[in-house]
């Protein structure tokens, strides 16, 4: 069986470091790259092609939900798993409708960010339990969307 390949993108080193660590320790689990901005984190992304993105919301440059848009377009088959401070359910709205498959928040416990990763890894849709009955608006709206289209 192989390992869940995850890639990281946050502005802050520090958290990709922890993140790293945290997520390399796990059985079935590695990080494959990483990335501090949207932009950059695409480019390397089309290229390792990993199961699974752990995405910051806020960045400078080109942010969460954007890069979450554009990979959409760009690596459909990644599954993006959005990581922030953000309790506010705008921010969930907006990554659930770029295409992000789940929303975690920085606080919460390590093992429930690992259980996170495989839920979203495995085709499910994962929401903070202290954001679930805030979000169940934007969770069925992501239900209802159709798959993004493509232009050649």
Not at 97 to 120: D, M, N, S, T
Request: a neutral charge.
């Amino acid at each position: 069986m192989t390992d869940l390949r995850v890639f990281l993108v946050d502005d802050h080193a520090v958290v990709r470091e922890g993140l790293k660590t945290l997520i390399n320790a796990q059985v079935g689990m590695m990080v494959v790259g990483e990335a501090a901005e949207g932009s950059l984190a695409c480019e390397r992304i089309v290229v390792l092609r990993p199961d699974v993105v752990v995405m910051d919301v806020s960045m400078p440059g080109l942010t969460g939900a954007q890069a979450t848009a554009r990979l959409q377009l760009e690596s459909p088959t990644v599954r993006v798993l959005a990581l922030t401070v953000h309790e506010d359910r705008g921010y969930i709205r907006q990554l659930l409708a770029a295409g992000a498959a789940g929303y975690v928040l920085k606080r919460a416990a390590p093992e429930e960010l690992i259980h996170a990763i495989r839920v979203v890894a495995t085709g499910g849709v994962y929401l903070d339990p202290s954001m679930a009955g805030r979000s169940s608006v934007a969770l069925s709206e992501k239900r209802r969307m159709p798959a993004p289209r493509v232009g050649i």
